[in-house]
């Protein structure tokens, strides 16, 4: 059995546990490009469970002030995504909340995400410190900076991976090394030779 297969089988062990405990928060944190979206639509479509992205909660332009953005994980909207998100689910109550998008800098229609059996929430700074107490359990995916940066410039250009190298990796980083955000998670997995996903 190859390496991704049984870390598979890990992830699905720990879903299957989580769901008969009942109305679960698991959230996949991690590296860019180390596959934590891929990861989550898979699992949405072994168990039909529900994933919201926080790539819908970055923080808005006009709240991105020097102050803000000095602290680690400061880019993200983690005070809405508490109040609209975290508290309801933790609370058997629905979710309601409308994704920002950082390119247009607007928010779009609201969505709605109804508490189940298992709720996923994928993305980097899911488990900001702010964030971490409401999760039933915890995923970190790594991966190699080599294959990190084939991965992002596969699925964007060479523009964008500047972009990545210059910005959003160094704050992630600093992020990830300030919080010691791996730690404690329930798995930590490197997909730097994994190819079952396409990660």
Known sequence: MREEEKALKRVQKLCERLRRDGCALLAIDGRCGSGKTTLAEYLHQQYECPVVHMDDFYLPKNHRTKERLQIPGGNIDWERFLQEVLRPLRTGKPAVYRPYNCK?????????????????????????????????????????????????????????????????IPMEERYFSNYRIAEGCSLVLDTTEYQALSF
């Open 104 to 168: 247009e800098n607007t928010f779009g229609e609201p969505k709605t995400t109804c508490p189940g059996p298992l709720t996923i929430i994928e993305g980097s700074y899911s488990l900001h410190p702010s964030l971490r107490v409401f999760y039933d359990d915890e995923v970190f995916l790594t991966v190699s900076k080599e294959e990190q940066e084939k991965r992002i410039l596969k699925r964007s250009n060479p523009e964008i991976l500047q972009l990545y190298k210059k910005n959003w």
